[in-house]
């Protein structure tokens, strides 16, 4: 059962526009919601991460915007770049219960076309 | 600072042989877990360890294992390799139960032929 379901599989973006990922999770205890990058054969590195007593968060260009009703989260990469070309993760964790498991969702690769 | 350290970089391992990952936290970090990232997969939780204790534990069979030592860093084994557990191993690091940020390491890509 897949807990976070994450979408587009693909996006390709002119340089300047905005990339917008989108993540759908379905149980209610996660408390936890954090995004990824990841560049081929790297690691995933932390990027901005949310909390449900919050709507919106932006750090830089990244802004993650969370709908608590909805059960869903995005990410908007605005002024997007050639070196934001790269794989993202949207995951969700429930750190308050003592759960540090974090479930990701499949993934969304960027391109960002100069 | 040094980030996550995970060693090696690759291996390459036959069917059935067991193997040995490590994983070195971020300085003053004493939580440690251990993910599988099969490729075009987002990563999936094996173990978190803290403190030595076993923490939080995936759907993963008894033949994955891990612990963790003193001084926080961690390995992790796996035994009886299958094709299957093909897969970049990842390790990330957090300070303690009461953070929530986790720091990934680069990984060390498995092979099994």
């Known amino acids: 059962q897949q807990q976070v379901k994450q979408s587009p599989q693909s996006l390709i973006v002119q340089k300047g526009g905005i990339s917008i990922i989108n993540c759908a999770y379905e149980n209610t205890a996660f408390d936890y919601f954090p995004w990824y990058q990841q560049f081929p054969g790297k690691g995933p590195a932390l990027l901005i991460a949310?909390?449900?007593?919050?709507s919106e968060k932006k750090e830089g260009r990244f802004t993650i915007s969370f709908n608590k009703s909805a059960k869903q989260f995005s990410l908007h990469i605005m002024d997007s770049q050639p070196g934001d070309s790269a794989t993202y993760f949207c995951a969700a964790s429930n750190p308050g219960a003592g759960s540090y498991q974090l479930t990701f969702g499949k993934g969304t690769k960027l391109s960002v076309i100069p | 600072d040094a980030g996550v350290t995970q060693s090696p970089t690759h291996l390459i391992k036959t069917r059935g042989q067991q193997v040995t990952l490590r994983c070195s936290p971020i300085s003053g970090h004493k939580s440690v877990s251990w993910y599988q990232q099969v490729l075009g997969q987002g990563p999936q939780f094996i173990f978190q360890?803290?403190?030595?204790?076993?923490?939080g534990r995936g759907n993963f069979p008894d033949r994955f294992s891990a612990r963790q030592f003193p001084n926080y860093s961690s390995e992790l084994n796996v035994n009886a390799l299958l094709l299957g557990d093909s897969a970049l191993y990842l390790c990330?690091?957090?300070?303690?139960?009461?953070?929530?940020?986790?720091?990934f390491g680069p990984g060390t890509r498995l092979t099994v032929t």
């Open positions: 360890y803290y403190e030595k204790e076993e923490r």
């Open positions: 990330a690091s957090n300070w303690a139960q009461g953070s929530y940020e986790q720091y």
């Open positions: 949310i909390r449900p007593d919050v």
